[in-house]
Each structure stands twice: as structure tokens, then as C-alpha cells.
């Protein structure tokens, strides 16, 4: 029973891989966003690079397909003026019989400082983080960009930060994740992060196939009613629903699901006046949200991304430096 | 050969017998306990002081791998891994590559078995043709080379109709069936309990009705058929009520845990620990406390290893590819020590547990220290501690979520029908109170 301790902080309670929010305290968070507030000024100025991670490999190591997050580290990591090898491994590694932790040994072999690694499976950053310590390289850093519908920690980072740009005080809000919240690491981060900063009321919202079971003892409140569960919320964070889940056992159509959790103007108007609308991404327009909406005044999803940068690389160079 | 066992306390719950006593053992059978036959003169002689010496414990469900899956394990470390363990008797599952559905894989596991002679091996049939549920295997062919019971292993049997005419069938000569309680369906692509530890990891889940729903349509079955079923592997509360109310009602049924379900629960799967993956999955503290006590009260009758060793390779990987399941022969008593000691059970009833009542289940003549009996036995130290490490193991199978863990119960020795097949070389400098 060796894999109990959280094994993201090293034995002084500093960061040395990022794996999930679960567990992780409010001020290693509170540090990581303010530490993102300067990076995300960078952008605005001529020279965007800092030499923080001079001389490092970053291999963004992915077993799964993404466009968004493996660009948002790339940049972040190449801000940060770090050496980043991009490596698309997908299904195929498997097959050619390479295991999952043969592959993390060659990469090592190869001088890797960090690892940014996105995986089908729930747990596989932390996996490769035991490994690593069973190997005695702590020098060697993991940062989970997605496992599985575990945890997609940078982007609950992001999330925070987003919010707290908006709305300052995680202790006075409300915040309700709308839909498939069963499979989704967006939203199982995202509330891990809100608990911890003491956010009082967050809610879920989705039809019961697409709610894990006692998903309350995570600290939500569950509604199933679109109406009732938006009503003076402050944020909305609208969840991306695979296509492969819009028709079938879960639900029976994309149109019956927008009929009663798209994100329209109508719905939003339960909302608080000034509530903002968030989505990890990509959008799938006229399934969970109006086009209307995602291009409304209301709308943060641009920022998030711009936003995700910053908090990136504000992990990367805090992990870095532990 | 003659050997004779002084000194320990004898515990034989065939014929609930507990006192210090000699063990005289001729020509493969026992032939007194406390008094020596007379003209008697020992060929060898255990020093038993201090320890149990208890008969021959019995396995229901441990996996030898053979045929077909020896990366895994081999007859050879796996029956060196019973004797370790002091067990005498084991049934294997049919569960092999290709599964025993037929005589001539049974025949040459019995062959195996018998030259290797370091435990007596009972292979379970295969209920329907590779597992698959789909026809019927020859059960009169397969038992006559060997096949105690008949089951479907962990594959479960989606078509209830098969089901129906497997039972009818099966009781038509007298087989017995073993089943192990899921529904096909509720437990597709899960990996965990279907509560707040999978909820929390992201793992695909298995709920407690995948359990229950079997379980309902098993006793329905067994009600209009009256043919007999053993259940394998309860895994829930509600599971254990249900069985309960059916053993109440008179239903012919048997059932069987998992050591490993009477100690762990889902939270000890914590950040994604493969070794805590186990078909059955670890449910929660309720469902292993309900397990724990459902051996007390006889609802469950016996304990077994759900020996199933898997080789690193199928564990260092994340948890939902890992292959479920652990090595468990070795640990079959420290485990069931550990869970009587906890519940206060004396260790007669305990034993039974691994002996007495396997033995029923599988149909064959218990292990005693009766005259004339098959000189199967054991002789441990119930006090002794050892902490599980990957050296400590015989078992190819190096994998159990208890490793690390100080457990109690050491074997010394283990006989089969009279021939010393295991012994420990500490035994004589071994700490104990």
C-alpha cells in the first residue's frame, strides 16, 4: 500500500510534480496564481521570453490528442526559454509493445527535466511520479495535462485564475459546472480547487447519466434542473461533451441535451447580472452552448486561454525550481 | 516413513479436537494422536513446541496458470507456493489459456499435478465452451478426468437462459456449479467500486448490483431448479444479506471471500495503487466489515486465496490496464489469523474455515488427524510474525497489495499424505513469546 502518500510534494511540502488539486493547499495554489500574474503580463511586451527554465528539457508527452493544451505548454514552456521536445505517441507506442514507463526510462536516459504528460488512463502521471521515485530521480518533474477523468490540474489553475480575475473573492461565490461531469477531469479539478479555497456554493448540473455516483461527497451541490441550479450562480462553467456520448446509453440525442443544458441567453438570465461563462474547449456550438452565448459579453473563454499561458508557466517554473 | 510430531497443540476441526498431543504418521496416513502405536520407532521427528499443528488447509480458489499463461506462474512455483502456504488441497479455476474445457487439458494438469506432488490439485471444468457462455461442455467427460465442480470462472454468463440450462444440466448428473456473482452488463469496463473512491480518481466503476442483480437471478434459478450453487467471491453487504436471506429460506448455496476482501477496501487503492486491483473490486469499509462478519455467522462459509498471480508487467501499468488480481496462496492464513484475531474467533472456527468447509464445498473427504486418514497437515506458529516481501514469496507471483505488511501466522512445516513438503530452515531459531 505504498502509493498512499500524496505524492506531489516532496518531503519540505514543495511542489516537485504537479499531479492533481486534490490535496494540494491553498496557499501552494494562491502562490501558483499569483506567481501566473506577472506571466500573463508578458505578453504584452516585446520580448516575451524569461530565462527561468534555461537549459531544461521539457518533453510534452502525449498519449492522448490535443491541440490546446499541448500548444498552451509548448509556449509556456519556450516563454520560459526551455528546450521542448514534442512527442504524439497516441495509441500506436502501445501497440509496438512499449510500455508506458519503458518509454519515461528512454526519455530520461535522454536528460528529460520535466515531463508534461496527458493519458487515457486515470492515474498515469502518477504512476510515472512513483516510478521516478522508485528510480530515486527526484530531479526528474512530472505535470499531469489530463488523465483519464482524473484530473486536468492546469486547467482547474486556470480556471481559478480566471476567476479570481473576475470575481476577487473565491469565499463569497457561486459557481455551478454544467455537464458531463461523469467523465470529465475539467470538472473533478475544478471542484477540488474550489473546495480548497473555500469557494461556499458549488454546484453540478447535469442529467444523472452523466453524474458519477455520491459525486456530493466531492462537496457539490447536485441539480439536475438547468433553471434551478443557475440561479444567482456567479460563474458558469459549461463541460465539453464528446460526441461519441451524445447519442446512445447516456443520452439519446445532442438536441434533446441542448433542449435542456445548452447554455442559451434565456437560461443564463437565472444567473447573477454580472455572472461570467466559462468552457475549457473546445466548444461543440449548439450542444452545450449557444453561439450566442460563447460569443456574448458575458463570455471569458478567450481570456481562459490567454490565461492558461501565464498559469503554465507559472507552474513550470515553480516546479522547476524546487 | 514413519515421522512423529511432538509437542503441538492439535487443532483438527473434522472432529473438534484441541490439545497438546503427539502426531504418529506410517506409510502416508496418520495412526495415533497422543498415544504412539505400539513397536513404534520414528524415522523422524518434528519438534511441534510451541506451534498449531492443524490438517492440510484447502484452497477453492487458486490459479496455477497452467496451461497456456506460464510467464505468469508454473505448476512448479505455484504448488512450492501452496505448500508454503500449508495448503494440501487447492481448486483451480478454469480460467487458463486455453480454459479447461476439455478432458485432455485436465488430464495432463492432474498429470502435472501428481508428478510435482507437493499439493493435491482439483481442477474446475469449464461450465460452457472457452468461457464463452455459449454451449454447454462435456461436464460427464470432464469429470471423469478429474473436474470437481464447474464454473464459469471470473467470465460471466450474459445469457440467463444458458445459464437456466447449465444448472438444469449440471443437476442432472449431480455436478456441482460454482458461480461467481456479476452481471455482464453493470460491471462492463469497470475497474473499481462504484463509490466515492472511484469518483474521486476518475475510475470506471462497477456498482453493488452488478453483485446483487447476479445474485437475484442465481437464487431465482437455483429456487425452480433445486440444483446446488457455491457462489464465489461475495464482494458487497448488500451481497452478504441476500445470500443470508436465500440460506434462510433453505436455498442449497454455499459461499466463499477472498482473504484479501476481510482486510482491504476501496481507499486502499489510494493514488491508483495496481496491486489493489481485484475482480471482485475492493468495496467499501461497510461491504469488508459485513464480509468480516458474514464469516462469523457462517453466512460465508469458507475463505479462500483467489490465488492469481500476475507478473510486473501486467501491474506497471496504470490502474485501469493493470490485470487484476494478487498473489495469495502464501497469505491465505496470516490473513485469516489476522481477521480471527481481529473478530475474536477461536482458532478452531477459524480453521474450519479453511478446511473443513472447502472441503464440503469441493466434495472431497476433509483433512483430519483421524486414524487412517490421509496424513495431510500443516504446523505453524499463529503468534509468529513475518512481514510480506517480494523474497518472502514462493509464488512466481510477486504482486499483493499486503506487501510490507507484518502478518501473522508462520509455516513450518507442511505434509502431503505423510511426505514432508515444506519446511522452514528458521524454524529452530525462530523469536517467539
Redesign the interface.
Known amino acids: 500500500?505504498?502509493?498512499?502518500?500524496?505524492?506531489q510534494l516532496n518531503a519540505s511540502g514543495d511542489l516537485t510534480h504537479l499531479?492533481t488539486l486534490?490535496g494540494l493547499p491553498a496557499d501552494v495554489i494562491t502562490h501558483i496564481l499569483d506567481t501566473a500574474e506577472p506571466f500573463a503580463s508578458i505578453s504584452e511586451r516585446e520580448v516575451k521570453k524569461v530565462p527561468l527554465l534555461r537549459g531544461k528539457a521539457v518533453f510534452n508527452l502525449f498519449f492522448e490528442n490535443s491541440t490546446r493544451t499541448r500548444t498552451t505548454f509548448e509556449i509556456a514552456a519556450k516563454r520560459l526559454s526551455a528546450d521542448v521536445i514534442n512527442l504524439n505517441i497516441g495509441a500506436s507506442s502501445t501497440s509496438k509493445g512499449e510500455?508506458?514507463?519503458d518509454t519515461v526510462d528512454n526519455l530520461c536516459a535522454m536528460d528529460a527535466d520535466l515531463f508534461v504528460v496527458r493519458?487515457a488512463?486515470?492515474?498515469?502521471p502518477?504512476?510515472i511520479a512513483?516510478?521516478l521515485a522508485a528510480m530515486k530521480r527526484s530531479d526528474v518533474h512530472v505535470v499531469n495535462a489530463g488523465?483519464?477523468?482524473?484530473?486536468h490540474p492546469t486547467q482547474g489553475l486556470l480556471d481559478l485564475y480566471t476567476i479570481r480575475h473576475y470575481k476577487r473573492d473565491f469565499r463569497e461565490l457561486t459557481v455551478a459546472i454544467v455537464g458531463d461531469v461523469l467523465h470529465s477531469?475539467v470538472a473533478?479539478s475544478l471542484i477540488h480547487g474550489l473546495t480548497t479555497m473555500q469557494t461556499p456554493d458549488v454546484r453540478v448540473i447535469a442529467p444523472r447519466t452523466l453524474l458519477?455516483?455520491?459525486?456530493e461527497?466531492?462537496g457539490v451541490h447536485v441539480h439536475n434542473d438547468m433553471h434551478e441550479g443557475l440561479r444567482d450562480c456567479d460563474v458558469v462553467v459549461m463541460l465539453r461533451l464528446q460526441s461519441e456520448r451524445m447519442k446512445g446509453a447516456l443520452l439519446p440525442s445532442a438536441g434533446e441535451y441542448f433542449k435542456h443544458y445548452g447554455l442559451t441567453a434565456d437560461k443564463l438570465a437565472a444567473a447573477k447580472p454580472d455572472a461570467i461563462v466559462m468552457h475549457p474547449g473546445p466548444m461543440n456550438r449548439g450542444v452545450e452552448i449557444d453561439s450566442a452565448v460563447a460569443d456574448g459579453d458575458r463570455s471569458v473563454i478567450l481570456p481562459q486561454v490567454t490565461f492558461g499561458i501565464a498559469v503554465r508557466m507559472a507552474v513550470l517554473s515553480i516546479i522547476a525550481s524546487n | 516413513m514413519r515421522i512423529e510430531i511432538n509437542g503441538g497443540r492439535v487443532i483438527d476441526p473434522a472432529q473438534s479436537l484441541d490439545r497438546v498431543a503427539s502426531v504418529y504418521i506410517a506409510d502416508g496416513v496418520i495412526s495415533s494422536v497422543g498415544t504412539a502405536p505400539s513397536g513404534w520407532r520414528a524415522e523422524r521427528v518434528i519438534d511441534a513446541s510451541q506451534c498449531i499443528v492443524a490438517p492440510g488447509l484447502v484452497d477453492l480458489a487458486a490459479r496455477l496458470r497452467e496451461p497456456g499463461l506460464e510467464h505468469k506462474a508454473t505448476l512448479e512455483s505455484e504448488l512450492a507456493a501452496a505448500a508454503a502456504g500449508g495448503v494440501t488441497s487447492l481448486a483451480c479455476p478454469p480460467d487458463t489459456d486455453p480454459p479447461l474445457d476439455e478432458p485432455g487439458l485436465v488430464e495432463m494438469l492432474k498429470h502435472r499435478a501428481r508428478v510435482i506432488s507437493k499439493a493435491h490439485v482439483y481442477p474446475i471444468g469449464a461450465l460452457t465452451l472457452g468461457l464463452r457462455g455459449e454451449a454447454l461442455t462435456e461436464m460427464s467427460e470432464l469429470a471423469e478426468a478429474g473436474c470437481v465442480a464447474f464454473s464459469n470462472a471470473d467470465m460471466p454468463m450474459p445469457d440467463t437462459q444458458m445459464l437456466f440450462r447449465a444448472l438444469q444440466y449440471a443437476g442432472t448428473f449431480g455436478h456441482r456449479v460454482w458461480l461467481r456473482p456479476q452481471d455482464a452488463h453493470l460491471a462492463r469496463g469497470g475497474v473499481a467500486h462504484d463509490g466515492e473512491v472511484a469518483t474521486r480518481l476518475g475510475l470506471p466503476a462497477i456498482p453493488v448490483s452488478a453483485e446483487t442483480i447476479a445474485l437475484a437471478t442465481i437464487a431465482t434459478l437455483v429456487r425452480e431448479t433445486g440444483v446446488p450453487v457455491h457462489l464465489c467471491r461475495l464482494s458487497s453487504a448488500e451481497g452478504v444479506a441476500m445470500v443470508r436471506e436465500a440460506k434462510a429460506e433453505g436455498l442449497p448455496l454455499t459461499a466463499d471471500v477472498s482473504a484479501h476482501h476481510l482486510h482491504l477496501c476501496d481507499v486502499d487503492i489510494g493514488w491508483f495503487d495496481p496491486q489493489a486491483h481485484l475482480m471482485p473490486p475492493l468495496r467499501g469499509t461497510r461491504d469488508r466489515d459485513a464480509l468480516r462478519a458474514a464469516v462469523v455467522d457462517g453466512t460465508i462459509d469458507a475463505i479462500c486465496s483467489d490465488h492469481a498471480p500476475v507478473d510486473d508487467d501486467g501491474k506497471q501499468v496504470p490502474f485501469g490496464e493493470a490485470e487484476p488480481g494478487a498473489t495469495g496462496l502464501e497469505l491465505l492464513l496470516p490473513l485469516t489469523l489476522k481477521w480471527a484475531t481481529e473478530m475474536n474467533v477461536p482458532l478452531m472456527r477459524a480453521l474450519a474455515t479453511l478446511t473443513t468447509a472447502p472441503a464440503a464445498i469441493i466434495g472431497i473427504e476433509p483433512p483430519t488427524f483421524r486414524t487412517g486418514s490421509r496424513a495431510d497437515c500443516c504446523i505453524f506458529g499463529a503468534t509468529d510474525h513475518w512481514t510480506v516481501s517480494r523474497a518472502s514469496l514462493c509464488s512466481q507471483g510477486k504482486n499483493t497489495p499486503f506487501l510490507g505488511l507484518d502478518v501473522p501466522g508462520r509455516i513450518y512445516y507442511t505434509l502431503l499424505a505423510g511426505h514432508v513438503v515444506h519446511e522452514r530452515a528458521d524454524r529452530a531459531t525462530a523469536a517467539r513469546p
Open positions: 500500500m505504498g502509493a498512499s502518500r500524496n505524492p499531479l486534490e510500455t508506458l514507463l493519458h488512463q486515470s492515474g498515469a502518477h504512476l512513483s516510478h488523465d483519464g477523468r482524473h484530473s477531469r473533478r458519477p455516483s455520491r459525486v461527497a466531492l
